[in-house]
């Protein structure tokens, strides 16, 4: 393990084995090989002839070039031919006793339709796919009871949430298969969107886009919150995105030698639901629907925007509400990215989302995913002038920290380390308490997720800028383009602990089990 305990400076690199890795334990996964499948309509897109960042770095890599343009012609306009309900993922209920409220999760395989009309192995929790809402309570104590019938390892991280480093989720909480972990932990967050999803080492990838993932909701007593639609699948409504790779066999790929592995479709899915040539619909019995939206996916960029070009209230980042409610045209969220908005409908409206490469290979296109129909005759009062109070850190004291992210061929690297196991990976050391201030700088011409556990950060430069509008808001994850920067402050608050550590990483699912993570030990001071 490489420890860290002044800023690190990128040097030390060390190696590891190959990270094209197959065959993670999901039951009954298939091996056919893949072939052509016709694409029509605005939805659905069999091929991307695209890259993420500049320049064509992933696509020579090791010595190797991989041609990616062998089908230009996937990108033809038209409009969807189908409709169907909005499938709300359903609210997982707890049993509260002494105090504690108690969740059970099992981790399982089944069959769904990512690629329309072609069943595919899945993985979901209490379910074959995805998995439910969960609420929690700020100042409430949760305990989950999470039970693991893969053929694998598996974690279960709370993406965003500020819990102590025993209970993150991280690699060092990785269970067997035929296991059960039993995490306990008080809510301290505030009101929020969080998810969970699998963090074991060389297998995040193949598990979540094979379904594993749901959303948690953090529910508060402040006035913002009360004056905010809080009632689950009538007024306030998930939206899990996904972009994901298959064949036409329905295999879903999550590594370089899946995307590279012949024709393939790029299926989008909202909830689950295939929106390649289907919109959703959704009927609003309040005027004013607020919709928290997540991006699942392993390396796509989603954007959501209305379909008039209109307006959307964003009133949260991932880590809470904005000071007060902005107006937008669009959300961009890379890999792991939340956001939370309102409309006040008269009218129909179409969200759509604009999917945008992230990795070597992935969707292209603009779909429209829910359309949005008002049957309402209730009149919501103004939303509050203000929602939060944010606080801009004055960074003059804090420490800075240099962190790189880099590559060389086909690994991925934090400060010159690959990050494939606990000792391979870099380490930053610093302690409870300490105000810091994070320069992030992408060595590569790659798009990158920059995601980081355990507390919230303000955004202090972007490429050199400084931050507007909801770029004031509190993130845990934010993009990083190729050959960018960005500065990020934060504080080191309520946990410490000398066994286990945070994480830091890409979210870009393949680029995080091929090595771009690092760890974070928050000690006492």
């Not at 025993?166 to 008080?186: I, L």
């Amino acid at each position: 393990m490489t420890y860290t305990t002044e800023p690190a400076s990128g040097a030390g690199r060390q190696n590891t084995g190959s990270h094209a890795k197959n065959g993670r334990g999901l039951k009954g996964e298939h091996t056919k090989e893949s072939r052509g499948r016709g694409g029509k309509g605005l939805h659905r897109r069999k091929f991307l002839g695209g890259m993420a960042g500049a320049g064509l770095a992933a696509v020579a890599v090791a010595g190797t070039t991989f041609s990616l343009l062998t089908d230009a012609k996937g990108n033809k306009a038209g409009a969807a031919t189908n409709t169907a309900t909005l499938n709300v993922p359903d609210l997982l209920e707890g049993t509260t006793t002494d105090g504690t409220t108690t969740f059970t999760l099992t981790a399982q395989t089944g069959t769904h339709e990512v690629l329309s009309g072609v069943t595919s192995d899945t993985a979901g929790y209490n379910g074959s796919y995805l998995g439910p809402t969960m609420k929690w309570t700020t100042g409430s104590t949760v305990l989950l009871n999470i039970t693991n019938d893969l053929d694998a390892d598996t974690s279960v991280h709370f993406h965003g949430a500020h819990i102590p480093a025993e209970m993150d989720g991280g690699p060092q909480n990785a269970f067997a298969a035929g296991e059960s972990w039993a995490p306990t932990f008080e809510i301290l967050d505030e009101a929020k969107t969080l998810w969970y999803h699998p963090h074991a080492l060389g297998t995040t990838a193949e598990q979540v886009v094979h379904g594993l993932a749901g959303l948690i909701i953090v529910e508060d007593d402040t006035t913002a919150s009360a004056a905010l639609p809080s009632e689950y699948g009538v007024d306030d409504i998930p939206l899990v995105l996904q972009c994901l790779a298959t064949d036409t066999a329905g295999d879903t790929k999550y590594n370089l030698t899946g995307y590279l592995g012949g024709s393939l479709s790029f299926p989008v899915l909202c909830n689950g639901t295939n929106v390649d040539d289907t919109t959703l619909t959704f009927t609003a019995t309040k005027t004013r629907t607020r919709f928290r939206v997540l991006n699942a996916s392993p390396s796509d960029i989603i954007t959501v925007q209305r379909g008039d070009g209109g307006t959307l209230t964003q009133i949260a980042t991932e880590q809470g509400y904005l000071t007060e409610a902005t107006e937008v045209k669009t959300i961009r969220l890379v890999a792991g990215g939340r956001a939370e908005f309102v409309m006040d409908l008269s009218d129909a409206v179409t969200l759509q989302a604009v999917i945008t490469t992230g990795w070597v290979r992935g969707g292209s296109g603009t779909y429209d995913f829910l359309t949005v129909t008002p049957d309402a005759s209730d009149s919501p009062d103004d939303l509050p002038s203000s929602l939060n109070t944010i606080e801009r850190y004055d960074t003059s004291s804090f420490t800075a920290r240099e962190i790189t992210l880099d590559q060389d061929g086909l690994e991925m690297a934090i400060n010159g380390s690959v990050g494939t196991t606990m000792d391979s990976m870099a380490t930053i050391m610093t302690t409870l308490g300490s105000k810091e201030i994070w320069t992030i700088t992408n060595n590569t011409q790659l798009e990158h997720s920059f995601h980081l556990h355990d507390v919230p950060f303000q955004l202090i430069e972007i490429n050199g800028e400084e931050p507007t509008g909801v770029d004031l808001g509190w993130f845990d994850t934010y993009e990083v383009v190729g050959g960018g920067s960005i500065k990020i402050a934060m504080e080191f608050t309520d946990f410490a602990d000398d066994t286990y550590m945070y994480m830091l990483h890409c979210h870009l699912l393949q680029h995080e089990d091929e090595g771009m993570m690092a760890g974070l030990m928050v000690m006492e001071s």
